[in-house]
């Protein structure tokens, strides 16, 4: 396909300069893009550049669906977020820049900087429990007490909720530990059952890193953000039964679940006992209703194992990014599972290896299968892949760019995309597989989304316009499942 644009482009200048039209190569080369076609600044900051077609095909493109969702209820995670620079607050606890070690546990501050340097060399995000409860509370202190350090709305769940609360329409449920200056910031559209309020707030520290930034001799490849907490209250996802009571009386036509994560590094004899109630009480949910688990990062494979295998068959739709996507592969012995770690921008084919394992192995690929798993959300810096098994979701093509689109503005923290402001880091060729038979795949910047099927289920690849300068980087996942599910439609033929 590019060769032939090329070769037309060619002759179109030849016959250009025959016809002694001096402006005409200048016009033509505006309109030609090649993956390593090299182009002026001019000709890149032009209207035509791939940035401003591919925003501009998201505005015509983008369309909600014919049904959509009327009352949506969400749990079970909620927090308050203390946001700070992570490299500054480290300084200011007295700590030195060392050797990046992963822990799946902290214990302690040298553990935080350890494993803080592991992921920020890496610019990838991560989240763990901080198991000692007077250590944790004196570095929160610290941090609230920092200057510039920022409160925000946290927790999957709550993020989630407040994204769809900026849709007048839909009537938003959020049920978790919800305490008062959490309740203080939560949009006045979400309900919060009574049960779900209490006394004291949880708080979960993110230490955030920009793209460049230095620490000892660690570099960020990417902006990104460590999270940590010892959070009892969402550890053990205590507002579950509560959540799934609630929505007998509530009604919604979509659930979405989040925070089994909060239960990784607790221990197994806590979060066996635990699965088996959760799951139990996600089967007490009406089976004409979609659910859709989010997930989040997680170090003991033991535990997301026993996810795939018990809550995975259960849900509808999950929500992953590629280090989870990755861990979940290696947990279960998956393809790639021999991989340490993506290095720069997960490759396209090995993604689509991994998201069709899922559904083959924990989803309804084929009609016989019992489980309910007919739709994965996944969500990298430079692309996103949204996986549905057919005849079950619709209008899939408008939801992945919707994903796509609200990473770019909420990113940069605008509501519409300025494309001097974000920058195409896609891959504009890619295989559909890494093992054979593969085939080698396109993307359109003008219609840009590629769709190709593998069996009966089809996948749709759109790149993001990656936020030079991103503001912040904390709830990007959840905004963008929020987005995919809001532009997405339940085929009504196929009952759960």
Known sequence: MWRKALVAALLALAVGYFYGSPELPEQILQYVSLPNFQTSS????????????????????????????????????????????????????????????????????????EAFVHYMGRGAA????????????????????????????????????QKLATYPDLMVLLCGPVGPKLHEMLDEQIIVPPDSLQETDEFHLI?????????????????????????MSNGKMSSLETFVASLEEFQPDLVVLS??????????????????????????????????????????????????????????????????????SQAGEGPHAEMVAWKGIPDVGRVSD????????????????????TRIHFHTLAYHILVTVDGYWGNQVAAVMAGARVASNQACGLQSVDVSKVELRAPLEFNSSHIEPREQLSLNPAEPVTVWRRGNVT????????????????????????????YSELLPQQPF
């Open 126 to 161: 991560a989240e763990r429990f901080f198991s000692d409860r007077e250590a944790f509370q004196r570095i929160a202190r610290a941090a609230a007490e920092y200057p510039n350090a920022k409160f925000y709305v946290g927790g999957n769940a709550a993020l989630i909720a």
């Open 42 to 113: 001019q000709n890149l900051n032009s209207q035509n550049s791939l940035e401003r077609v591919i925003s501009g095909a998201w505005e015509a493109l983008i369309t909600l669906p014919t049904r959509q969702w009327s009352r949506v209820a969400v749990g079970v995670n909620a927090c308050v977020d203390v946001v700070v620079s992570g490299v500054s607050l480290l300084q200011a606890l007295a700590v030195d820049p060392g050797i990046g070690q992963d822990h799946e546990v902290l214990h302690s501050k040298e553990d935080l900087k």
């Open 354 to 373: 991994i998201l069709l394992w899922i559904l083959e192995r924990h989803g309804r690929s084929e009609p016989s299968s019992e489980a309910d798993l």
């Open 259 to 328: 925070g089994l994560h909060m239960m990784d590094g607790q221990g197994r004899e806590l979060w066996e006992e635990r699965l088996k109630e959760a799951v139990s009480a996600i089967s007490d949910i009406r089976k004409d209703i979609p659910i859709h688990l989010e997930l989040a990062s997680m170090t003991d494979k033991d535990y997301m194992n026993s996810i795939m295998q018990e809550v995975m068959p259960i849900v509808s739709s999950i929500g992953l990014n590629e280090q989870e996507l990755l861990f979940l």
């Open 459 to 486: 996948f749709h690849f759109t790149p993001v316009l990656v936020c030079k300068r991103p503001l912040r980087t904390v709830g990007l996942g959840d905004a963008i499942s929020a987005e995919g599910l809001l």
């Open 207 to 231: 230490l955030e890193y920009k793209a460049g930034e230095k620490w000892g001799s660690t570099q960020a490849p990417q902006a990104n953000r460590f999270i940590f907490s010892h959070d």
